[in-house]
């Protein structure tokens, strides 16, 4: 999960159209909505909150675009750093 997020991946929720940068391994950045959302819709809000819960373990979920190098050496000490003290 920790390869740099490089491919651009489609999102479609209900009727809503985006997309987001993800890498092979599962790891995305945040969704570019390309559309509002729609209105009342309890479809739309069952398969948002299921998105929202794909996106709860992305190693990029704080990102809307890729890392810079400095911030993903950053996010890869860190990921490193929980493993050792078992906190992932």
Known sequence: ECDPPFNIERVK???RQGWRWSN???GFC???WLDPPPGGDPNYQKELADLRREEEGSFF???LDPPTPAEYEVLCFLKRRDERNGSL
């Open 13 to 15: 929720v209900g009727n």
């Open 24 to 26: 092979y391994l599962g």
């Open 61 to 63: 979920i704080d990102f």
């Open 30 to 32: 945040k969704v570019h």
